[in-house]
């Protein structure tokens, strides 16, 4: 049984402007098939990716949001956003993607994905992982 | 002489829409392009600086990018005017120079 | 590359990828089966179907993983396996599967 390794994905961009959160969310899914440890945070501008209600038809883009959706059947289920990071947008849970993983263990029951957390605790997260990867 | 300012950086990673009021001078306008757009939103950090220069600069805001970004045009910061790419052009020929925030 | 279905020519890939997926329909995916020389059962249509269903609400093609446990899910364990999903798609039921439901190839497929 080969060492599972704690890994931390850091989104801090807004969607579209950049091409940093579609990479990251491409390198998630393809790093999910290594079957480790896998969180995902999400702060200062990257809670923006995480929004309801995209619509990229005007822009000519394509709308990666309904993606994130997908995260839970990958088994990416620890979806942190960092509060002081929505106050100073002005958005809350509500705004958010209601994100959703099923658990296996206790009869395929659905579970959120989305844990609002302090900068404090995000810290924390930050501090406990093996490797950090920043987007 | 009147100068049309586009901002396309979010205000909360980057400067780019202070430095333009900043640099605004009074009778100009200030459009919010891309990412620019998360500047036209209401109850945000920067709404208040935002609104303290409507007094001397127009506010637009590219409808397109709003809906790429899922902001609800209810939550923009009352007085600033979205508009369509046809909107932009016409910005751009109504004024006689264009200085681009990036 | 492209591929003649109906008097039409379909752009794909070097790999036989779709270019554009809005040109799909069921003629077309009969095309590609039969380029990957496979005859559509109903069996394949229903993997071929579920994959489209999933790219239009996720907007990804699932790993193979992803699609087994899926299809376990939604079709019973008798079709959730990878024994199962080889037989009806030989070389890989995510991108064979996907070629033929006229998807990208699959994100998260090592």
Redesign the interface.
Known sequence: MPETKKFLYVNR??????IYALEAL?VV?????FEQDVSLAFL??GV?QL?????????G???????Y??LG??DVNKIYVEQESLD???LSLDDLLPLTWEDEDDD?AEKDSIKVISATEMAQIMEQSDIVLSF | MSQLHTVNKSPLDRHALASAIRHAVKGSAILMIEDGVYGAMQGTQKSDMVSHAMDDISFYVMGPDLEARGINEARIIDGIKVVDYSGFVALVAEHDTTQSWL | MALEVGGKSIATDEEGYLENRDEWDMEVAKAIAVAENLEMSDNHWEVVNFLREYYDEYQIAPAVRVLTKAIGKKLGKDKGNSKYLYELFPYGPAKQACKIAGLPKPTGCV
Do not use: C, H
């Open positions: 961009k807004a969607p579209y402007g950049t491409e899914l393809i790093g999910a098939a200062d501008d923006y929004t309801k209600g995209q619509d990229t038809k005007a822009v883009m394509k709308n990666f949001s309904p993606t959706k997908a059947d990958y100073a947008r002005g395929w």
